[in-house]
Each structure stands twice: as C-alpha cells, then as structure tokens.
C-alpha cells in the first residue's frame, strides 16, 4: 500500500518561500506514475498546482507558474515544491498526490493522497 | 482552462434515498480512445480526498456499489442509489485530460 507524506514547515513569512517535501513508501517513485500537489484553503475547493514524473518531466498550473518550483529525487523516493513570494492567499492544506496513467501518456486518476499539511502564511 | 461545474453546490439527502451530482465540463472530455476522462472523489470531514469513480464509470477499489457514474462528452453524472450516513462530506469532480488539471466547486452532501 502506497502511501504519501507531506514534510515542511506550518508558518511562512510573508513575501516568502514556502518548501514542502514529499515521501513516498510501500513503493518507488520510479514508476508508471505521474506525482503532483494540490492545495485547498480553508473552506474552499481543491487547486491543482504541479506534477512530475520520475524522469524530471513536469507540468505547472500556468496561474502559478511564475511562482512555482517542482523536483523529484529518485534515490530518496521524495519529491518537492517550493512556492516563492508566498501572501496569506496562499494559506492553505497542501496534499501529495500519486497519479496512474491509463493509456501511454494519458493521465487516469489521482489515487493516492497524503493526510495533507495546513502552512498558514502569516507575519 | 477547462472549467468543471458542479450541482447543486448542497444536497441535503434523507438516508436511503437516491442522490444525483451533475458535472459538465467547458470542453468535451470524451477522448478519441473512446474513455472519458471524468473522476469523482469524495472528501469525507477532516479527511483527504478519496478517488471513488475513473474514467467516467468504474469504481474504483473498495468503493460501494451503491456509487456509479456515467456520462460522456461535458455531461457528467454520479449516482449514489441509497445514501448512508457515512456518505457524508464534499463531492468533486476532476479531469485530469488537459493541463492545468481542474475539479469542480464542490458538492456537499449532507443527511437531512
């Protein structure tokens, strides 16, 4: 059973980064799999933000872009996002996320999810 | 973008009757492989999402089969044939088709 847990900080400064890590277990990173976050803010719905795959192929919301950084380290099954300038619209729970792809390189399902980690931006 | 909306936003549901959760998409998410690349997760109070239906209408492990899905094309339907107290919680829809990756606002169910 794969399972997915995120690491970082719960407080950023303002103006700020923001870093998170990701750990996976009960399985490789190096996989027919393509790995993600995705944030909500209290209350609200479910944002997509980044995705990766094992051989460093990534994608960005592009309504993040400019701001956003995702990577993967295969020898430590681990993968990150840093968020740079960080305001209190980024309060959020971020998750990780696994997803499968169902055919070559059409993405299926998201079907694991970590517990999530609440970081609050705030002075 | 391809936008995902979701109705009714709140659905109040006397335990053992049927529930309905419309989701249409901005863009047909009918692939030319002829699947649908529609999921639907639940996300129970305090919990993380839990992906219940892929590609349009398969269940997916575990998942009671008192939850289906159907549709094609941006008309996208998740059924639930008797709900249970423990189906409590907020519904969304994802697809997962076209970068940036979007889900519905959400549908909250809740046991009248």
């Known amino acids: 059973q794969v399972q997915l847990q995120e690491s970082g900080p719960g407080l950023v400064q303002p103006s700020g980064t923001l870093s998170l890590t990701c750990g996976v277990s009960?399985?490789?990173?190096?996989?027919?799999?393509?790995w993600s976050w995705v944030r909500q803010p209290p209350g609200k719905g479910l944002e997509w933000i980044a995705e990766?795959?094992?051989?460093?192929?990534?994608n960005y919301n592009p309504s993040l872009r400019s701001r956003v950084t995702i990577s993967i380290d295969n020898f430590k099954n681990q993968f990150s996002l840093k968020f740079n300038s960080v305001t209190a619209a980024d309060t959020a729970v971020y998750y990780c996320?696994?997803?499968?792809?169902?055919?070559?390189?059409?993405?299926?399902?998201?079907?694991?999810w970590g517990q999530g980690t609440l970081v609050t931006v705030s002075s | 973008d391809i936008g995902m909306t979701q109705s009714p936003l709140s659905l109040p549901v006397t335990p053992g009757e049927p529930a309905s959760i419309s989701c249409r998409s901005s863009?047909?998410?009918?692939?030319?492989?002829?699947?649908?690349?529609v999921n639907w997760y639940l996300q129970k109070p305090g919990q993380s999402p839990q992906l219940l239906i892929y590609?349009?209408?398969n269940r997916a492990s575990g998942v009671p089969d008192r939850f289906s899905g159907s549709g094609s094309g941006t008309d996208f339907t998740l059924k639930i044939s008797g709900v249970e107290a423990e189906d409590v919680g907020v519904y969304y829809c994802?697809?997962?088709?076209?970068?940036?990756?979007?889900f519905g606002q959400g549908t909250r169910l809740e046991i009248k």
């Open positions: 996320t696994r997803g499968d792809y169902h055919s070559g390189w059409l993405k299926g399902a998201i079907d694991y």
């Open positions: 009960g399985g490789s990173i190096i996989s027919y799999n393509w």
């Open positions: 990766i795959r094992h051989d460093g192929s990534h």
């Open positions: 863009q047909s998410l009918l692939y030319s492989n002829g699947y649908n690349y």
């Open positions: 590609l349009g209408s």
């Open positions: 994802m697809q997962p088709l076209q970068i940036p990756i979007t």
